[in-house]
């Protein structure tokens, strides 16, 4: 991973929030959003189509390319997020190897900084239970 490439997870990282929040304003008098970060807009986008609702998803759509023309840059900027999102986990991985033993042996320990998202943790972290039988299966 080179420099400008991890330069660009520190963007998103540090100047997201402002962007996230323009967005959200700009949609205020829509029925989209709020959102927490700019991936999920596009990926509303992907669930309505996917529901059938594809005027719905050509609406919002179109208020991204607004938003995006608004801020000065391309209409399709939204269409690049999967793109940008492929670079942060590429970042993740290379910037902070996970360790799933470590992270577990904290949680157990009681580490005050994952003490109020130990649960939520456990959830990600924890494999799922194996799958119950289906009941009257032959």
Sequence with gaps: MNKAKL???DAVYQKEGPSV?????FLDKHPFGPYDHLS????????????GKGDKADMLKALLQQFAKSRGVGKDAFEELPALMALMR???AYAHP?????????????NS?????????????????PAKPAEGGN
């Design 113 to 129: 900084d994952l003490s109020s998202i130990s649960n939520v943790l456990m959830l990600i972290i924890k494999p799922p239970p």
């Design 40 to 51: 999920e807009a596009v990926r509303e986008v992907q669930r309505l189509r996917k529901k």
């Design 90 to 92: 590429e970042r993740n």
């Design 21 to 25: 929040n323009a967005l959200n304003a």
């Design 98 to 110: 996970y360790d799933e033993k470590y992270l577990v042996s904290e949680i157990k320990k009681g």
């Design 7 to 9: 330069c660009v997870v």
